[in-house]
C-alpha cells in the first residue's frame, strides 16, 4: 500500500499530476490544477500538436519546469464541477501510469471535501500491482507508485486529515480483496482463505468462527457440502463478527453473505475450458463481504455486521454432486440440482438461512448477499455494471444512492414472480435451475426462497464488474477489482449516522 499526506504547498518538486479537458465546442483544452497555482499557457499550446483528446484514461507525461514530470491525466468535456468519479478515475488512472516511480502530488480540481476524498481514493486504488507469484520476471516489474501527495488549500483540516485514513482503509482492504481473487485456486482453498482472515482479523476485535467440513455436515449444510464433496480441499464456513463498543437497542445490524467458490470448473456440468481460468474469481463476494467488515471495524463505525462466507470448491470427482441429486438446506429445504454448475445459490442458500436464523436474536436490519453468481447478468449488464434485486425497495433503493456516492456502479433488477414455477422440481421443494432466459433473475428469485419475506434483503450479482479480463481503466486493474466493498463500507457509515 502506498503512503499518502495531504498538502497545501506551493512548491511541487516531485511529480506533479494535474487534470486536464477540453471544451465541448471551442475545442479548446484547460488544465485543472485545484488550488495549485499552475503555469498551464506553454502545455496548452502543445496539446493540438501532441494529439490530446483529454478523455478519460488519456495520461500525457510532459517534462516540468520546476517539476520532475507533469502528468495530465484526462477529464473528459470542460465542466464548472466534475463528478467525484471523473476525479477518482484521472487519480486513479494516473496513479496507475506512474507505477516504477516513487512519489507524486496530485493537484485536482478538489476543493471541495467530497472531491478532495475521491482523488485521495482513486489515487490509492490506482495505486496496485500482483507479483506475488512472479519469480524470474520478478525484478523487471515496475512496482506501484510508493507515495502520494493530495493538493489542497485545507490540507491541514481535521476533516480533511480524516478523508485521507478513510481513503487508506478503504484502499487497503479493496487490495486485498483484490489479492485474493488473483491468487489462484493452487494457493487459495476454503481453508486457506479462512486462515487469511483470521489472522487479518487477529486484533480488530472482530470474532471469527471457521466450521469445517465435518461440523457443516453434521449440522445440516446441505448446500456447502454439495457444493464442495467433490474437492480434495474440503469446504468451510467463515462467520466474523464485529459489535461497536457503544453498541445499544438502537445499533443497526446488517449481514453480508459473499459467495466464496475459490475455483468453479462447473462440476459435472464442466465448463469449457476457454475461459474457465477465469473462474478463480468465483470468490470476490466472500472476499469484498470478509474485508468489508474489517475495514467497518478499522474505521470503528458504530453499527454491528456479519460476514458470512460458505466456501468451497467445485470440482469434477467421483464424489462430485450429480444431476438429479438431492440436496438438503439449513434449515430444512430441498434442492434438485439439476445442474452442478449452479452452485452459488446453493452455498448462498445454507449461509443466508444460517445469517437470518443468528440475526433475529438481536434483530437485523438487513441481508445483503454478493455474488459472482450468473453469466446472464454479465449479458445483461455488461462488464462494470453489477445488479441489485430486493424484496424491499426501499432499502435497494437506498442503496443505489449510497452507490452513486462510492462510483460503484449498480443498476437494479426485478424479480418477477412468473419466472418462479421454473424453478419447480417434481420430486424436492426446489430445483437449481429454471429458465434460461432472465438467467440473473432466476437465480435471485432461487435465492428469494431462502429470505423471510419481512426481512429487508438486496441480492447483488457482480458477475462481471468482479474481475477485469480486458485492459485496466482509471483506478481499475486487470483482475480483481474488489467491486462492492465501497458501498458496503459506505452503508454502513449511513447506518452510523442514523
Ligand atoms: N460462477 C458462475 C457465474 C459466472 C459466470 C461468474 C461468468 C462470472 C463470470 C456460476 O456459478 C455459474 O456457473 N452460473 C451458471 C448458472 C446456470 C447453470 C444456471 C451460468 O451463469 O451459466
Ligand atoms: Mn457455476
Ligand atoms: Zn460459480
Not at 495530465?72 to 501510469?97: C, F, I
Not at 466450521?211 to 449440522?219: E, F, G, S, V
Not at 480483481?480 to 452503508?491: H, I
Request: aromatic residues 6%; glycine residues 8%.
Amino acid at each position: 500500500m502506498p503512503s499518502i499526506h495531504a498538502t497545501d504547498s506551493s512548491v511541487v518538486e516531485d511529480i506533479l499530476v494535474v487534470g486536464f479537458a477540453r471544451d465541448k465546442k471551442s475545442k479548446k483544452f484547460s488544465i485543472h490544477s485545484g488550488d495549485l497555482r499552475f503555469n498551464s499557457a506553454p502545455i496548452l499550446e502543445a496539446l493540438d500538436d501532441l494529439g490530446a483528446s483529454a478523455a478519460p484514461d488519456e495520461i500525457i507525461k510532459l517534462p516540468g519546469s520546476s517539476t520532475k514530470l507533469v502528468v495530465l491525466t484526462g477529464l473528459g468535456e470542460t465542466k464548472n464541477e466534475y463528478p467525484h468519479e471523473v476525479l477518482r478515475r484521472a487519480a486513479g488512472a494516473a496513479s496507475r501510469a506512474l507505477s516504477g516511480h516513487n512519489s507524486a502530488t496530485f493537484a485536482l480540481p478538489a476543493t471541495e471535501i467530497t472531491a478532495f476524498a475521491a482523488v485521495a481514493e482513486g489515487a490509492l486504488l490506482g495505486a496496485y500491482a500482483f507479483d506475488e507469484f512472479r519469480g524470474s520476471s520478478k525484478a523487471e516489474r515496475k512496482p506501484a507508485l510508493k507515495k502520494i501527495a493530495v493538493h489542497s488549500k485545507n490540507a491541514k483540516r481535521s476533516d480533511f486529515q480524516k478523508q485521507l485514513t478513510r481513503a487508506e482503509v478503504i484502499a487497503k482492504h479493496t487490495h486485498i480483496v483484490r489479492d485474493l481473487i488473483n491468487t489462484p485456486p493452487s494457493h487459495l482453498t476454503p481453508d486457506s482463505f479462512c486462515q487469511r482472515f483470521k489472522k487479518l482479523a487477529a486484533g480488530t476485535g472482530i470474532k471469527i468462527e471457521i466450521l469445517n467440513d465435518d461440523q457443516l455436515r453434521k449440522l445440516g449444510y446441505g448446500g456447502i457440502i454439495g457444493v464442495g464433496q467433490g474437492s480434495a480441499n474440503k469446504p468451510r464456513l467463515l462467520h466474523m463478527s464485529y459489535v461497536p463498543k457503544k453498541s445499544n437497542k438502537k445499533t443497526k445490524r446488517y449481514a453480508f453473505v459473499g459467495k466464496g467458490i475459490t475455483f468453479d470448473t462447473g462440476g459435472l456440468a464442466l465448463k469449457p475450458a476457454q475461459g474457465m481460468e477465469a473462474m478463480k474469481s468465483d470468490m470476490s463476494g466472500a472476499a469484498a463481504v470478509s474485508a468489508a467488515i474489517l475495514a467497518i471495524a478499522e474505521l470503528k463505525l458504530p453499527v454491528a455486521i456479519d460476514a458470512w462466507a460458505p466456501l468451497a470448491e467445485n470440482m469434477v470427482s467421483d464424489t462430485a454432486t450429480r444431476p438429479s441429486d438431492i440436496i438438503t438446506i439449513y434449515g430444512g429445504k430441498t434442492v434438485e440440482v439439476l445442474n452442478p454448475d449452479a452452485e452459488g445459490r446453493l452455498v448462498l442458500a445454507d449461509a443466508m438461512m444460517k445469517a437470518a436464523e443468528v440475526g433475529k436474536k438481536n434483530g437485523l436490519d438487513g441481508l445483503i448477499d454478493v455474488a459472482t453468481l450468473t453469466g446472464a447478468q454479465v449479458v445483461a449488464l455488461g462488464t462494470r455494471t453489477s445488479a441489485v434485486m430486493t424484496n424491499n425497495q426501499e432499502f435497494s433503493e437506498k442503496f443505489l444512492q449510497l452507490a452513486e456516492t462510492t462510483g460503484e456502479q449498480f443498476w437494479p433488477m426485478p424479480l418477477p414472480e412468473e419466472l418462479r414455477a421454473s424453478l419447480d422440481s417434481p420430486v424436492a421443494d426446489i430445483a437449481n435451475i429454471g429458465d434460461r432466459m432472465g438467467g440473473m433473475l432466476v437465480a435471485g428469485l432461487f435465492l428469494k426462497e431462502f429470505v423471510a419475506p419481512e426481512l429487508p434483503w438486496l441480492h447483488l450479482d457482480i458477475a462481471g464488474p468482479a474481475y477485469n479480463d480486458g485492459k485496466a481503466h482509471g483506478y481499475t486493474p486487470v483482475g480483481g477489482t474488489g467491486v462492492a466493498l465501497r458501498t458496503l463500507v459506505a452503508l454502513a457509515e449511513s447506518a452510523a449516522s442514523q
